[in-house]
């Protein structure tokens, strides 16, 4: 399975992006796909995920902000983020399970300057 993402870069608080990640592989049965983020000196956290059944969880400082979404073919996911503040600057990493297992994108980078 390989992950392809892109969609970061350089703005403004207040301003929005929006991240694409494209799977490609063998990607049968995916069973959830996300998007995770790491700020420096700091853990990767999950920003947000969607399941197989289309239900969506997201990071309580995201909420109302973020929102996740899929393609039809569950062959890519979207993030696009509204509202975006300084504390959101991190490298994303979008995610998919597949039969369990998880598979990572190298990330990209969301800068935002205040």
């Known amino acids: 399975v390989q992950l392809q993402a892109s969609g970061g870069g350089l703005v403004q608080a207040g301003e929005s992006l929006r991240l694409s990640c494209a799977a490609s592989g063998s990607i049968f049965t995916i069973n959830g796909m996300g998007w995770y983020r790491q700020a420096p000196g700091k853990q990767r956290e999950l920003v947000a995920a969607?399941?197989?059944?289309?239900?969506?969880n997201y990071a309580e400082p995201v909420k109302g902000r973020f929102t996740i979404s899929r393609n039809n073919a569950r062959t890519a996911v979207f993030l696009q983020m509204n509202s975006l503040k300084p504390e959101d600057t991190a490298v994303y990493y979008c995610?998919?399970?597949?039969?369990?297992?998880?598979?990572w994108g190298k990330g990209t980078q969301v800068t935002v300057s205040s």
């Open positions: 995610n998919v399970v597949v039969d369990g297992i998880n598979y």
């Open positions: 969607i399941t197989s059944g289309g239900i969506t």
